[in-house]
C-alpha cells in the first residue's frame, strides 16, 4: 500500500498568558472559550496530519477527494492555529498609542496612528473572519487585509504583526452584536511591546 509520509510531531497549544484574564472590556470568561477554540484547532491539527498517514495512494481517483478534503480542513486548522497564536500573544497589554519602530512604520505607510487604526478598524467591520496588520516584504510596506476565515485571502511574503479577530465567537459574550465596540476594547488592550519585539525580530527597518 503506498500512503502519504508525513515527519510530523503533535502539537500542543501553548499556555494562556495570565494577563488575558484581567483585561479591559474583554471578560475572563470570554478569553477562556476563545481559548478553548484555539485548543480545537491544535487538535484537529494533529488529526488531520496522522490521517493523512494513513491516505491510501493505491486507491486511485478516490484518494484524490480524499486528500484535498483533509488538507483543506488541515489549512483551516493550521491557519487557525497561527492567527489564534497572534492574536492571544499580543494582547493583555495597556494598549494606547504604539512606540518605537512600529509606531514609525505606521506613520511612514499610513500617514498616522489614527489613519492606521481607523482602516484597520474599517476592515476588521468588512470582514467575516479576521483583519490583519502586515509587512509585504515584496512593497517593502505595512498595510491592513481582510481574512473571511482561517484560511481565506493570504497574501505570500508578507508577515502579520497584528491579527484582530472578528469572529463573533471573540466578542459575542461581552458585546453581543456590537462589534465596533469590541474593536475598541482590542486596542486598548494591545501590547505593543510584544509588537515591537516581532518588529525587530524580523529585522523589519522604517
Not at 479591559?24 to 477554540?37: F, M, T
Not at 496530519?49 to 483533509?70: F, I, P, T
Not at 467591520?125 to 516584504?137: E, F, K
Not at 459574550?173 to 525580530?201: K, P
Amino acid at each position: 500500500m503506498a500512503i502519504l509520509v508525513f515527519n510530523h510531531e503533535e502539537i500542543a497549544a501553548r499556555e494562556l498568558k495570565s494577563e488575558l484574564l484581567e483585561m479591559d472590556g474583554i471578560s475572563r470568561q470570554s478569553v477562556e472559550a476563545h481559548y478553548k477554540l484555539y485548543e480545537g484547532y491544535v487538535n484537529k491539527r494533529n488529526e488531520i496530519l496522522e490521517k493523512l498517514g494513513e491516505v491510501d495512494l493505491a486507491a486511485a481517483n478516490q484518494v484524490y477527494s480524499e486528500v484535498r478534503a483533509l488538507k483543506v480542513d488541515l489549512s483551516f486548522a493550521v491557519g487557525g492555529i497561527k492567527n489564534h497564536e497572534i492574536y492571544f500573544e499580543h494582547l493583555g497589554g495597556d494598549g494606547g498609542e504604539p512606540d518605537g519602530l512600529v509606531r514609525d512604520l505606521i506613520c511612514r505607510d499610513f500617514g498616522s496612528v489614527e489613519e492606521w487604526r481607523a482602516d484597520l478598524k474599517a476592515t476588521g467591520m468588512a470582514g467575516r473572519g479576521w483583519a490583519w496588520t502586515a509587512y509585504d516584504w515584496d512593497e517593502g510596506r505595512i498595510f491592513n487585509y481582510v481574512g473571511d476565515a482561517q484560511n481565506t485571502f493570504p497574501i505570500w511574503n508578507a508577515t502579520p504583526l497584528v491579527a484582530l479577530d472578528v469572529y463573533e465567537h471573540a466578542y459575542f459574550l461581552d458585546f453581543q452584536t456590537d462589534r465596533a465596540s469590541y474593536i475598541e476594547a482590542f486596542f486598548g488592550n494591545l501590547d505593543w511591546g510584544v509588537v515591537n519585539d516581532w518588529v525587530q525580530q524580523y529585522q523589519i527597518t522604517p
